[in-house]
């Protein structure tokens, strides 16, 4: 209840797929102003993957992430932005527990997977990074060949018991990853002998292969050029039919092309959550406001 009490609500639908066209734009003199740091919008949704509560994160003293409680709705894709320094993937490894890998980094709160708190002492993150996939800013194929890349997880995970079930999987996740046809003679070359985007690719392919329920990625074109990113973007809406996506990105047409919720953080805060068409066409706060009109940032 505290942290319902944290959100001005403006009368958004939560997330179900649909929206409102039509709604009235906010006044200026009703938005939020840019000292206000409670979470404007709506963050929950009726049919959440994973619920986030009053969730911070410090680095030794510092404190990245201030009191965030947002919801991740299932097969939506959730797009992250902000600033640079404002916490997007400081916030985002949070949701498989990334942070844990690096030094002095501290997370508080409350994280649930479908029932599972994963911050739990019991939890296994071996296996948890398995069904909370990432993928990163920078392509980052093992240096093995294309085939052992994607088998690798499976593998070590157990998911498949003979080769010929491995061969399954490897093509299945290449398919899905719309890498199939590019290299489907050629599995036994390196991964990093493709081109960036078709490395990119490739480590959606080897998420894909342990069977994710959740995929993260990381500003995932920023390295790409502008037609691997458009295929990539294309792949990001089709593995929204079977998988619930957060992406960040600094990019804002890419967050307005991929998702359908929008969340915007500044310095930590998460300053405001709505449906994607709202957020770049009817921003409740100032802040908002500023970033999407190139402001700020
Ligand atoms: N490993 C780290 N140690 C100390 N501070 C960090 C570390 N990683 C990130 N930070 C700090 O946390 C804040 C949020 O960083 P980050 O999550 O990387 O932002 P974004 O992804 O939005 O650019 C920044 O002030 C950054 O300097
Ligand atoms: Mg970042």
Known sequence: MESMSAVLTTGETPFLGAYSMTQEKVRQEDKAPRENRMTVGVPFVDYARMTCRGVNVYYGEKH??????????RNEVLAMIGPSGCGKSTFLRCLNRMNDTVEGCRVEGDIQLDELNIYDKSVDVVPLRAQVGMVFQKPNPFPKSIYDNVAYG???????SSRAELDEVVE?????????????????????????????RLCIAR??????????MDEPCSALDPIATATVEDLISELQEQYTIVIVTHNMQQAARVSQRTAYFHLGDLIEVGSTDRIFTNPRHRLTEDYITGRFG
Request: hydrophobic share 40%; charged share 20%; aromatic share 2%.
């Open 154 to 160: 499976p593998k070590i995970h157990g998911l498949a």
């Open 64 to 73: 990245a992430i201030n009191n965030v409680s947002i919801d991740v709705g």
């Open 172 to 200: 299945s996740s290449l398919k899905k990853a719309g890498l199939w046809s590019e290299v489907s003679d050629r599995l036994d070359q390196p991964g990093t002998g493709l081109s960036g985007g078709q490395q990119q």
């Open 207 to 216: 998420a894909i292969a342990v069977r994710p329920e959740v995929i993260l």
